[in-house]
């Protein structure tokens, strides 16, 4: 959720915040959950380690930095 600009006396001053609620669950071994505004982000090692039932949480912010 995004707060409106505060109020300032200099036009060019905008001031802004940002509010993010996460709610995240830990599954069996590395499998990972969270739920972002209504969005369902699951994350998983390969084996030895995981499941590899989701992409790793390396790939998701190498993503990020594309975007």
Excluded: H
Excluded at 27 to 56: H, L, W, Y
């Amino acid at each position: 959720m995004t707060t409106p600009a505060s109020q300032s006396q200099d036009p060019d001053i905008v001031s802004r915040s940002n509010l993010m609620e996460v709610d995240a669950w830990t599954g069996d071994r590395m499998k990972k959950q969270s739920e972002v505004r209504g969005f369902t982000i699951m994350c998983d090692e390969r084996e030895p380690m995981g499941n590899d039932t989701a992409p790793p949480p390396l790939a998701y912010f190498a993503s990020s930095i594309l975007f």
